[in-house]
């Protein structure tokens, strides 16, 4: 069963969850950010939907599908904060059929850098001591993204390890996934594979040389084994702290509840970045920057 702890005051990350961080690649915190942290972080995500999606394309993003690879407004979001919308959101023909606010699946991919909300949240003495107490010592913001998880049409997120999108030799990616709702097997809580993280990862998403992003396997089986899936149903200001390479998965929210989350991504500064990832910095622009 996947290692669930709480903080102390006096000694941050408890060994015991180191030990199970390594593993299992995968660590639930509960009780890590309070309820109005998680309340603030989600009305200024609704903040920036309406100020943003309103003068954004109809861009749709999902794991099953890697069209939205091709999209020039994708990769620019690595460096901006934009929705992105539910497939569910549009009727057969591309009319938005739901509330704007009810559209969106997901925000990304520089909150934490761009936006004095998100920045806040995503910085802190105690994130870092989680990170050099899971292994990453010297860490660095790379990505963030808040997911809606819409009800009713919030999408299936396959079953994936982040270090495909974001590739480092050696593989240092973190995760760090807040509950910003309540999270169980009704709205689509997370569900993952304790202990595959040490098979290696599988795929890694790159850029080709002609420009184009694509996906290549580094395995021959690509099939995830998902008999020994484990839900993590949590309650909100619970973080759950995952290796690059843990996978990971989430059904579609049929239900009438959300289920909002804050991700983070990070990377050690000593590792090497590939220039075929699709994230970088741009000409110009300061570093990326650690928690503190």
Known sequence: MIHRCRLDADRPLPASAAEAFSCDGVVVIEDFVTRAQCAALRERALELVAEHAPHAPGTVF??????????????????????????????????????????????????????????AFSSGALLQSVAQGLGLADARLVQSMYIFKQPGIGGEVGCHQDSTY????????????FAIEDAHRGNGCLGGLAGEHR??????????????????????????????????????????????????LS??????????????????????????????????????????
Not at 222 to 246: K, M, Q, R, Y
Not at 274 to 284: E, F, H, K
């Open 199 to 248: 098979r290696g990862l599988k795929e890694v998403f790159r850029r080709q040389p002609d420009g184009a992003l694509k996906l290549e396997a580094l395995q021959p089986d690509l099939h995830w084994d998902t008999a020994g899936l484990e839900w993590l149903e949590v309650p909100l200001g619970t973080l759950i702290a995952f290796n690059g390479s843990f996978p990971h």
């Open 62 to 119: 999902s794991t099953r599908d890697q069209r939205h690879a091709r999209d020039a407004y994708f990769e620019a979001s690595a460096n901006r904060i934009s929705p992105f919308f539910e497939e569910g959101a549009f009727d057969a023909h591309g009319r938005l059929c739901v509330p704007l606010d009810r559209a969106i699946n997901k925000l990304g991919h520089a909150m934490h850098d761009l936006d004095p909300v998100f920045r």
């Open 251 to 292: 059904e579609a929210n049929r239900s009438a509840q959300s289920r909002h989350a804050f991700t983070l991504h990070a990377v050690s500064a000593a590792a090497h970045y590939p220039a075929s990832n699709w994230i970088q910095r741009r000409a110009g622009d300061p570093p990326w920057r650690g928690f503190v």
């Open 166 to 177: 974001l590739y480092t030799e050696p593989q240092s990616v973190l995760g760090l996934w």
